[in-house]
């Protein structure tokens, strides 16, 4: 396994572990209704598969601690692939894009992805050495 070394690559770590919960926790309070998502009626948010991206948030999340390059890189390409299909659904409807459950969740996915590419690269370049 490597192992990242400064404090601050530890940080970063930290970070896209904590993002990665807060996604979860976001997708939890708009499936309880607590964060809005706009104009959404209730047949389009299916709480089978918002529970679903939660739990696959939080596991990925813990996952990250592992520093596994292959599933690094598999989270980081599943991240961008739920944004990307967020934004190509929604791009017609900005009541939900930039509803509260719409801003936080995006917000703190693409902070995800951006620290998940971070650590992809500390990874990769410790492992060379």
């Known amino acids: 396994m490597n192992t990242l070394q400064s404090p601050a690559q530890r940080r970063i770590l930290w970070l896209a572990v904590g993002l990665a919960i807060l996604t979860a926790v976001t997708y939890l309070l708009m499936v309880w209704n607590v964060l809005g998502v706009g104009d959404l009626q209730v047949d389009e948010k299916p709480a089978g598969i918002i529970y679903f991206a939660a739990g696959c948030y939080l596991v990925g ?26 934004f190509n659904l929604y791009q017609g409807r900005p009541a939900v894009i930039f509803s509260p459950g719409g801003l936080i969740s995006k917000i703190a996915q693409i902070l995800l992805e951006i620290a998940l590419i971070y650590v992809i690269v500390l990874v990769w370049k410790r492992g060379k050495k």
């Open 61 to 86: 999340g813990l996952l990250i601690l592992l520093r596994n390059r292959g599933l690094l890189l598999f989270g980081a390409f599943i991240n961008a692939m739920v944004l990307l299909f967020f």
